[in-house]
């Protein structure tokens, strides 16, 4: 028999390997085969932990008995061994204490044989009677499930799981904050305070450090017993958390979503591979963006509750190219009428009659920029005239627009130095950062639809912008440097936990950027300690 083999066999490993990451299980799986034992029990949590082990080796009488027909003499089972473990998983019944210590002070490698006159014919937990058996048998058949996974080959990343569901019943807020106070309070009602007492896991309401805390943000390593507590609040099981093991909620579903373009031929195809989620200011539920490669982008309020709310359009906040070029054509079309046209459109006759009331657009090719020049639709015009006076007027109004061009080169010279201007504004204003994006030196300069339709005819324009827009992960460096030069000038010393604070950084982001904070952190610190 191989070491691995006698791991998996005969040793408690396998339950708590199944939530211990990778590479610690290969390190304690070292240490038991090699001369570091003693640090077996550190690298499990065992020494910290609050869930303590049984006093005595438990025993079950129907396992004995079947024990001695089956091989001639009964033997310790392990699943009777582990913490939280009062009944027989095959059995159902209550486990009896033996006289022998769980841990052997004399000799702690010393090997005792099971024998009848070693038990105590005594309840392994008096108290258990006030917990409802059926909590029992699950925590029973459950770490014994725990205990016959393969080691090597399963890791139970958890978490994802339990707050999808726990976001399905309320107990995440749409921002991703779990509301505590109402969880603790239901785990309570649901496995009742002699269950928790009993496996060590009471959950103080003043604090905000427990080992539910701590376990449901993933950054400790939490007793495997309390990681089944929360699993059977969740009504799941070892087999039903293997077959959901890459299950992650979402407010909206999984990707891809569908575009809700009705003038497009790829109509409610999956098309669309990612979802915007934020949080709507008015009832605090997700909202969701969507949009298409053909330019059009709608939203709508979650979460989604079933199949029909994927195909549903809260807001269209974009029509697209497509869309446009649709409605260009209807516009015009007189056999059509207007609930018609926006039955084709996939939009309210009333979206249609204020989208038709929109001052038209001007001709692109003859834009003007002059403030005296307005914008005249031809087509529009050529229908309002009707004589011959009228027709003369019009071919002079085209006339004249056409003789209009826009100095491209002297418009791009001009813009610069006021764009470069509107940059140092944005990155030096003082009080919380400004992210630097085409929108917002458009609205400062006051020239946004310029920027965001001509730019390509503003090449300097064009690379100055390219070159001082910020991503997402630039302006979240910015933050942090900001954040630590005003706590260094404040405190002389920056700490990390005020640091992301201040910075305004969400959990994902300060894990994703931990680097740049710790760097930023030494420098700072560093510069302290050489100005002492």
């Known amino acids: 028999m191989s070491p691995s083999e006698i791991i998996q066999s005969h040793t408690l490993l396998p339950y708590f390997a199944a939530f211990l990451p990778e590479d610690r299980t290969h390190f304690v799986k070292s240490a038991m085969t090699g001369e570091l034992g003693r640090a077996v029990n550190a690298r499990l949590g065992l020494l910290a932990s609050t869930v303590k082990n049984p006093p005595f080796l438990r025993v079950c009488p129907q396992c004995i008995i079947e024990d001695e027909i089956t091989y001639g003499l009964p033997y310790w089972h392990r699943s009777h061994q582990l913490p939280g473990v009062l009944v027989c998983y095959k059995h159902e019944c209550i486990l009896e204490d033996s006289v022998i210590p769980y841990t052997l002070r004399r000799n702690r490698h010393e090997y005792v044989s099971l024998k009848r006159d070693l038990i105590r014919k005594k309840m392994a937990a008096p108290h258990s009677c006030n917990v409802q058996k059926k909590h029992l048998i699950f925590l029973a058949k459950q770490s014994h ?15 994802p799981m339990y707050r999808a569901k726990l976001s399905k019943r309320g107990f995440i807020t749409p921002n991703g904050n779990i509301r505590f106070q109402n969880l603790r309070s239901n785990l309570y009602q649901t496995l009742g305070k002699d269950l928790l007492h009993m496996c060590h ?14 376990l449901l943000r993933g950054h400790d390593y939490i007793h495997s017993l309390r990681h089944l507590l929360v699993m059977q609040f969740l009504a799941e099981t070892i087999d039903s958390i293997c077959e959901m093991q890459k299950e992650t909620y979402h ?10 373009n009705k003038v497009a ?3 409610k195809e999956n098309t669309i591979p990612s979802c915007i989620v934020t949080r709507c200011s008015d009832t605090g539920r997700p909202v969701g963006t969507f949009k298409c490669n053909c330019g059009f982008v709608y939203s709508r309020r979650g979460p989604d509750t079933s199949e029909c709310d994927r195909v549903k359009i809260g807001r269209i906040k974009q029509f697209g190219i497509v869309w446009e070029q649709k409605f260009d054509e209807l516009r015009v079309n007189s056999n059509l009428s207007l609930r018609q046209k926006a039955e084709c459109l996939g939009v309210h006759r009333s979206t249609l009659y204020l989208k038709m009331k929109e001052q038209p657009r001007s001709m692109d090719k003859y834009e003007s920029f002059g403030e005296n020049v307005r914008t005249i639709d031809l087509d529009l015009l050529s229908e309002d005239l009707s004589n011959q006076t009228n027709a003369t007027c ?20 001009e813009l610069l130095p006021i764009i470069s201007q509107a940059v140092r504004e944005i990155r030096s204003t003082s009080g919380k950062p400004i992210r630097v994006t085409i929108s917002e030196i458009g609205r400062r300069i006051g020239k946004l639809s310029l920027l965001e339709k001509k730019l390509v005819a503003l090449p ?10 910020e991503t997402i992960h630039q302006f979240q460096i910015r933050r942090i440097e900001v954040a630590a030069q005003k706590l260094f000038e404040e405190e002389q010393s920056v700490v990390k936990w005020k640091l992301i604070r201040n910075a305004g950084l969400r ?3 300060a894990v994703q950027l931990d680097n740049v904070i710790n760097s930023v952190i030494s420098y700072y610190n560093g510069v302290e300690g050489r100005t002492d």
Not at 147 to 155: A, F, S
Not at 251 to 260: E, K, S
Not at 460 to 469: H, T
């Open 145 to 159: 499930a725990l205990l016959n996974m393969p080691y090597d080959d399963e890791y139970l990343n958890n978490i």
């Open 265 to 267: 031929d790829h109509f």
């Open 251 to 260: 407010p909206f579903g999984t990707g891809p979503w569908p575009c809700l």
């Open 201 to 214: 896991s009471e959950i103080n309401k003043h604090s905000e450090d427990t080992w539910l805390h701590k």
């Open 507 to 509: 959990k994902d982001a």
């Open 394 to 413: 019009y071919s002079t109004a085209k006339e004249d627009i056409l003789q209009i061009r826009v100095d491209w080169e002297k418009r791009d010279r």
């Open 460 to 469: 300097r324009c064009k690379a100055l912008i390219d070159r001082e827009v």
